[in-house]
């Protein structure tokens, strides 16, 4: 006899394990504190498997526990009444092990850059530019219009630039 509940476990448990590591830097550069971030991740995929059956396009799924990531970082900055900016060893986060030196250095200084921003305009920018969601993904995510995610996106690009110019300029 086939048993449905072991299959949603275990294609959630497919899903999970390959979203992983996007979700915890995700959730990382937000609140840019290892112990909030692991505590994010977890309440995140435990009401992500609670409302598994809720998902009708599993394509979505990154989507989805991106959604659920953002609510529960509000739910947890509520919950606290803060959001730690320490930074704990960012390399851990970062995207590839393939990179020299040189580009982590420069995504540090990026993810440094993008900490400053207000926090939707920063939520907008990791969602559009870094991960690759559209804006309509990002809006829906974000619970905005279209319209609100591109003004965030292009006042977040603004600042960005406007800081990292400011950064190169102290470099040089």
């Known amino acids: 006899m086939i048993d449905i509940q072991e299959i949603v476990k275990n294609e959630f448990e497919i899903l999970a394990s390959e979203n992983y590591s996007k979700l915890e830097r995700f959730v990382y550069t937000l609140v840019r504190n290892n112990e909030d971030a692991k505590d994010i991740v977890q309440e995140t995929l435990i009401t992500a498997y609670h409302n598994f059956d809720k998902l009708k396009n599993k394509e979505a799924f990154l989507s989805f526990i991106f959604t659920i990531a953002s609510r529960k970082r509000i739910d947890h900055y509520r919950k606290n009444k803060r959001i730690s900016l320490e930074h704990c060893d960012i390399f851990s986060f970062l995207p590839s092990d393939d990179l020299n030196s040189e580009e982590k250095m420069d995504l540090v200084f990026l993810y440094e850059a993008i900490d400053q921003l207000p926090q939707k305009i920063k939520e ?3 969602l559009f530019e870094i991960y690759g969601f559209k804006l309509k993904e990002v809006a829906n995510i974000q619970s905005a219009s279209v319209s609100a995610v591109k003004l ?11 800081i990292l110019e400011v950064n190169h300029e102290v470099i040089k």
């Open 152 to 162: 965030r996106l292009y006042r977040g690009r603004k600042k960005l630039k406007s």
């Open 124 to 126: 907008a920018v990791l």
